[in-house]
C-alpha cells in the first residue's frame, strides 16, 4: 500500500496558499483500496498537488481546479487511484443550521471555505481522521465527523460518524444538516450517471436531488438544475455533470444533548459489488456515480457500472435499510439462476 507522507512522514497534511491557508489529510483503508482527502473543516477534497503511488496525481485526468486532490479515490485495476469528487471543482461539503436563523457549512470551491465554523487541527491516524467544528455564533453547538474504515463492508467503504451536540444553555430547534456533492466520475468526469435510492422512503430528509453545485448552508435552499431527480428516487439519470444534495431535518435537540447519523463514502468494481457494500452497511439513504463509458470511448461496459462505481449514502436518518442482505439460499439459487441464463448483470431502462 502506497501511503502520501510529508518528510514528517505522518499521515497529516498541511498545505498553505495565499490568501487561503487550510490544512487535511490523506487518509487510506486497510486494504489500500480507497483513498479520502478530508479537509480540517470535516468536507472532502483536500489538498492541491497531493500525489500517491510514486507521484501520479490522484485526479488522472489532470483537468480543472481539482487535478491532483483527494476526495473519494478508488484503486483501478491499473494500480492507479482515480478520484470521483475533486476533477474539475472541489465541490463537496457539508452545513449545519438551527432556529431557522443561524448556520455554518463548509465546501472548498462552492462556498468558497468554511462560514461562522471555528475548528482545530483534524486529529489522524493512517486510515482515520476526526475533524470537530463549531459555529462561531453559537459555540456550545458542535459537530464532531470521524471518518473511519466501514465495519461491515470491508474495503469498498468509509464511514464518516457523525455527532451533533448541543451545549448552548437552552434547547434548539428545526436542526437541519446538509451535505452534497459533485460527482466527476473517472474515466468519463463530467458526464455520469447519478442514482438516488431512498429519497422516498427517508422520514428525516427534507429535500434532495442531483445539483451536486448547491450551497451547503442549510438556510440558503436547494436550486433544481436537470429537473431529474429532485425528491424522487432515480436511476441512471443523465449522463450529465451532476451529483448528489440531501438536507435532513432532525427537528429540535434539548441542551446537553446529542443527534448521531452515519455518512458513507466508497467505491467498487461494479454496481453488483457496490449494492453488496450497501446492504451490508445497511443505508437507508444512497447515491451512485458511474462513468457514462466504462473505458473512456463511450462504449457499453457502464452497463455492469464498471471500472467502478462510487457510493454515498447515508444511515440513521429516519429511513429504511433499501438493500437487504440476501439471505444464503436466496444466493445460492441466484448463483444457478445466473449460470442458467449467462447473465452475470442487471438491464438499465
Given at each position: 500500500?502506497?501511503?502520501?507522507?510529508?518528510?514528517?512522514?505522518?499521515?497529516?497534511?498541511?498545505?498553505?496558499?495565499?490568501?487561503?491557508?487550510?490544512?487535511?489529510?490523506?487518509?487510506?483503508?486497510?486494504?489500500?483500496?480507497?483513498?479520502?482527502?478530508?479537509?480540517?473543516?470535516?468536507?472532502?477534497?483536500?489538498?492541491?498537488?497531493?500525489?500517491?503511488?510514486?507521484?501520479?496525481?490522484?485526479?488522472?485526468?489532470?483537468?480543472?481546479?481539482?487535478?491532483?486532490?483527494?476526495?473519494?479515490?478508488?484503486k483501478f485495476a491499473d494500480g492507479s487511484f482515480r478520484d470521483a469528487t475533486s476533477p474539475g471543482c472541489l465541490c463537496e461539503g457539508w452545513g449545519v443550521s438551527v432556529n431557522g436563523t443561524t448556520s455554518g457549512y463548509a465546501n472548498v470551491t462552492t462556498d468558497g471555505g468554511g462560514h461562522n465554523l471555528s475548528y482545530g487541527p483534524l486529529v489522524t491516524t493512517a486510515s482515520t481522521a476526526t475533524a470537530t467544528t463549531s459555529l462561531i455564533s453559537m459555540p456550545g453547538l458542535t459537530v464532531t465527523q470521524?471518518?473511519?474504515?466501514?465495519?461491515?463492508?470491508?474495503?469498498?467503504?468509509?464511514?464518516?460518524?457523525?455527532?451533533?451536540?448541543?451545549?448552548?444553555?437552552?434547547?434548539?430547534?428545526?436542526?437541519?444538516?446538509?451535505?452534497?456533492?459533485?460527482?466527476?466520475?473517472?474515466?468519463?468526469?463530467?458526464?455520469?450517471?447519478?442514482?438516488?435510492?431512498?429519497?422516498?422512503?427517508?422520514?428525516?430528509?427534507?429535500?434532495?436531488?442531483?445539483?451536486?453545485?448547491?450551497?451547503?448552508?442549510?438556510?440558503?435552499?436547494?436550486?433544481?438544475?436537470?429537473?431529474?431527480?429532485?425528491?424522487?428516487?432515480?436511476?441512471?439519470?443523465?449522463?450529465?455533470?451532476?451529483?448528489?444534495?440531501?438536507?435532513?431535518?432532525?427537528?429540535?435537540?434539548?441542551?446537553?444533548?446529542?443527534?448521531?447519523?452515519?455518512?458513507?463514502?466508497?467505491?467498487?468494481?461494479?454496481?453488483?459489488?457496490?449494492?453488496?457494500?450497501?446492504?451490508?452497511?445497511?443505508?437507508?439513504?444512497?447515491?451512485?456515480?458511474?462513468?457514462?463509458?466504462?473505458?473512456?470511448?463511450?462504449?457499453?461496459?457502464?452497463?455492469?457500472?464498471?471500472?467502478?462505481?462510487?457510493?454515498?449514502?447515508?444511515?440513521?436518518?429516519?429511513?429504511?435499510?433499501?438493500?437487504?442482505?440476501?439471505?444464503?439460499?436466496?444466493?445460492?439459487?441466484?448463483?444457478?439462476?445466473?449460470?442458467?441464463?449467462?447473465?452475470?448483470?442487471?438491464?438499465?431502462?
Amino acid at each position: 500500500m502506497n501511503i502520501f507522507r510529508l518528510s514528517t512522514l505522518g499521515t497529516a497534511l498541511a498545505l498553505a496558499f495565499a490568501g487561503n491557508a487550510y490544512a487535511g489529510a490523506v487518509i487510506y483503508n486497510p486494504a489500500g483500496t480507497l483513498v479520502m482527502g478530508i479537509n480540517d473543516n470535516g468536507s472532502l477534497n483536500f489538498g492541491s498537488g497531493v500525489t500517491t503511488n510514486g507521484g501520479s496525481d490522484i485526479a488522472a485526468d489532470g483537468s480543472g481546479g481539482g487535478a491532483g486532490s483527494a476526495g473519494i479515490g478508488f484503486k483501478f485495476a491499473d494500480g492507479s487511484f482515480r478520484d470521483a469528487t475533486s476533477p474539475g471543482c472541489l465541490c463537496e461539503g457539508w452545513g449545519v443550521s438551527v432556529n431557522g436563523t443561524t448556520s455554518g457549512y463548509a465546501n472548498v470551491t462552492t462556498d468558497g471555505g468554511g462560514h461562522n465554523l471555528s475548528y482545530g487541527p483534524l486529529v489522524t491516524t493512517a486510515s482515520t481522521a476526526t475533524a470537530t467544528t463549531s459555529l462561531i455564533s453559537m459555540p456550545g453547538l458542535t459537530v464532531t465527523q470521524a471518518y473511519q474504515p466501514a465495519t461491515n463492508a470491508s474495503s469498498a467503504l468509509y464511514r464518516d460518524h457523525v455527532t451533533i451536540t448541543n451545549l448552548t444553555g437552552a434547547a434548539v430547534t428545526d436542526l437541519k444538516y446538509v451535505r452534497v456533492m459533485d460527482w466527476d466520475v473517472p474515466p468519463t468526469e463530467f458526464n455520469e450517471y447519478v442514482t438516488i435510492k431512498g429519497a422516498v422512503t427517508t422520514t428525516l430528509l427534507e429535500e434532495s436531488g442531483d445539483n451536486g453545485f448547491n450551497t451547503a448552508d442549510p438556510l440558503g435552499g436547494y436550486s433544481d438544475r436537470f429537473g431529474l431527480c429532485h425528491n424522487i428516487d432515480c436511476t441512471d439519470a443523465g449522463a450529465l455533470d451532476h451529483g448528489a444534495y440531501f438536507r435532513f431535518n432532525f427537528g429540535s435537540l434539548a441542551d446537553a444533548a446529542v443527534y448521531e447519523f452515519d455518512i458513507f463514502y466508497g467505491a467498487a468494481a461494479t454496481e453488483r459489488d457496490a449494492i453488496a457494500a450497501i446492504a451490508a452497511e445497511g443505508l437507508e439513504l444512497y447515491s451512485l456515480g458511474q462513468s457514462s463509458g466504462g473505458d473512456g470511448s463511450g462504449g457499453s461496459s457502464w452497463i455492469s457500472g464498471a471500472p467502478a462505481t462510487y457510493i454515498f449514502g447515508f444511515k440513521g436518518v429516519g429511513g429504511t435499510i433499501i438493500e437487504p442482505v440476501p439471505e444464503p439460499a436466496t444466493l445460492a439459487l441466484l448463483g444457478v439462476g445466473l449460470m442458467g441464463l449467462g447473465v452475470g448483470r442487471r438491464r438499465r431502462g
